[in-house]
């Protein structure tokens, strides 16, 4: 039932009680269209606008009796009134309102707020598609530092951790780090760590370009403060490197990394020469992954994610050797993960006792792909066994050697090296075949 209209004052609003057996009564003003006073059973006063939108009843709550004198409700209720006979719907113009708000106070946030608030979302936006190397790197660049190092450290330098190089300009706003910043950071780590500083920029412009592209991070990120020029003005020239053995240093090489007292180290180098594979391809290789019956193995691989290579008769003695404390094949009950973690400090002791140049364990790599020359291997082959990509059409769409076909030329491989190092190597039986007159005869 409709009730009647009267014209609300003090006296009336106090008045009024919400009827016998009701949840709700609602009283309408005389004077003020759509304007009503909702009381319920116990005593609460609320002023309303109802009024008809797209032939529809909207109902807006303006707010508590206790609050809201007589005279500034009305006004309220008319204001309502004419945006409804302009077809706007107060509800939504009030929630876009808040939304404008919202972002408003959000931007303001994010301007003063360090840029390390968005790097953290950034990574943890972007973290699933990247490797877990790459990941890795993100971490490096921003970590705090400060740290106890757990491994050995350089001459003069401090037993703590360094920070990352990307810590000083992430401790700032976002809006901050434009070109100026930019160049002077760069000035400044170049002069201690250009490599670091070099893969630091280059993850800064991916995340400035990230930032650039997000609305909430939009108005403050400068796209343009990593432009390249800036690392070509302020980095060294990036050289190739080109550490690699060469044929008569390998009798020394061989001679001290065997003589090494641990035996996971040894035979770990060992293997990264004879296979050329990257350091963290073979560090984690587990048991399961090794076949000694059908002599392979399956190794990660930086591209496809893993490949399966020969495993060749001394690279397999030299695993065979190797004791079984756990799942991976190179362990090491001192690191915390199990496995071998950190080979340079070995590699570098038995280069320094056999007086040989630096060399990287890359450079490995880089020597098993020089020497496989003087063997005459297909280029193709030993791309294949090192896990790069291939270059040639036919190489791409025409060539699939089975593993057989690589293992009888990496075998012709491991044979050259040996017979160069003066190591006489013979094998043993396997359950595939035997593979019989090894050093010599196997590269004719």
Not at 21 to 40: E, H, M, N, Y
Not at 107 to 120: D, F, G, I, V
Not at 325 to 331: G, I, L, M, T
């Amino acid at each position: 039932m409709t009730m009647a209209k009267e014209n609300f004052t003090a006296g009336r609003v106090a008045g009024f009680k919400c009827a016998m057996g009701k949840t709700q009564s609602i009283f309408w003003d005389a004077k003020t269209p759509g304007l009503g006073l909702r009381v319920t059973p116990a005593g609460a006063k609320s002023y309303i606008f109802e009024t008809q939108l797209n032939r529809k009843t909207l109902r807006v709550t303006i707010g508590d009796e206790r609050t809201w004198t007589i005279s500034k409700a009305q006004d309220e209720a008319t204001r309502l009134k004419a945006m409804t006979d302009k077809g706007d719907d107060p509800r939504q113009v009030k929630a876009e309102k808040q939304a404008a708000a919202e972002a408003k106070r959000e931007n303001a946030k994010n301007a003063e707020a360090p840029a390390m608030a968005a790097w953290k979302t950034y990574i943890e936006t972007r973290q699933a598609k990247w490797s877990a190397s790459h990941r890795k790197d993100h971490a490096t660049v921003s970590k705090a530092g400060g740290e106890i190092r757990t491994r050995g450290r350089r001459a003069g330098e401090s037993d703590k951790t360094q920070p990352g190089a990307l810590l000083p300009l992430l401790a700032l706003p976002l809006a901050k780090i434009d070109a100026d910043h930019v160049r002077a950071w760069l000035k400044d780590e170049a002069l201690t760590r250009p490599t670091h500083a070099r893969l630091a920029f280059g993850l800064l412009r991916a995340f400035l370009n990230w930032c650039a592209d997000r609305p909430e991070y939009r108005a403050h990120a400068h796209a343009n403060a990593c432009a390249s020029r800036l690392s070509r003005d302020e980095l060294p020239k990036k050289a190739a490197k080109d550490d690699c053995l060469q044929r008569e240093q390998l009798p020394l090489w061989f001679e001290h990394v065997r003589k090494l007292a641990n035996p996971v180290h040894s035979a770990y180098l060992q293997a990264l020469l004879l296979t050329g594979a990257r350091r963290e391809e073979l560090a984690p290789l587990k048991w399961a992954d090794v076949d000694f019956q059908w002599q392979s193995l399956t190794i990660k691989d930086k591209v496809e994610g893993s490949r399966t290579i020969p495993l060749t008769p001394f690279v397999a003695s030299l695993l065979a050797a190797l004791p079984r404390r756990n799942e991976w094949v190179f362990s090491s009950p001192a690191a915390a993960s199990g496995r071998l973690m950190e080979p340079r400090i070995g590699h570098n002791k038995a280069l320094t006792a056999a007086g040989l140049p630096a060399l990287s364990l890359h450079g490995l790599r880089r020597s098993f792909g020089t020497l496989a020359e003087w063997v005459e291997v297909p280029a193709g082959v030993v791309a294949q066994l090192m896990g790069h990509k291939p270059s040639a059409t036919a190489e791409k769409h025409y060539r699939r050697r089975p593993l057989d076909l690589l293992r009888q030329w990496h075998i012709k491989i491991e044979a050259w090296i040996l017979e160069q190092a003066g190591i006489d190597f013979v094998p043993e039986h396997t359950g595939l075949q035997l593979v019989a007159n090894y050093s010599k005869k196997a590269i004719l």
